[in-house]
Nanobody, 120 residues
Framework: QVQLVESGGGLVQPGGSLRLSCAAS????????VAWYRQAPGKQRELVAG???????KVADSVKGRFTISRDYAKNAVYLQMSGLKPEDTAIYYC??????????????WGPGTQVTVSS
């Protein structure tokens, strides 16, 4: 069993930065790929960035060059560094434990999410 808890969301002005953190528990977490998803009001949940155990990183075109995903195995944590934030980045951001080798949509565990609001 894996549990994920996100933190670091909040209100930020356009052009600002935030760092989201995901704290994981459960011995099997180390075997999973990890990803950040987001869901804006009235829209489907979408992949923001993902990372597998080999270091391969997938980043959505809409955030490329602005968002960076990273993982700390020692701390059992995943991070999403966001910069150059835009109002369209406003969403609930979710941390996900992804089954390796089955595509980024193969999520076994989700965190409860953290709200990010970009507004002046």
């Amino acid at each position: 069993q894996v549990q994920l808890v996100e933190s670091g969301g909040g209100l930020v002005q356009p052009g600002g930065s935030l760092r989201l953190s995901c704290a994981a528990s459960g011995r099997s977490f180390i075997n999973y790929s990890v990803a950040w998803y987001r869901q804006a009001p009235g829209k489907q949940r979408e992949l923001v960035a993902g990372m597998n155990s080999g270091g391969f990183i997938k980043v959505a075109d809409s955030v490329k060059g602005r968002f960076t995903i990273s993982r700390d195995y020692a701390k059992n944590a995943v991070y999403l560094q966001m910069s150059g934030l835009k109002p369209e980045d406003t969403a609930i951001y979710y941390c996900a434990a992804v089954v390796p080798g089955r595509g980024w949509a193969s999520v076994d565990y989700w965190g409860p999410g953290t709200q990010v609001t970009v507004s002046s």
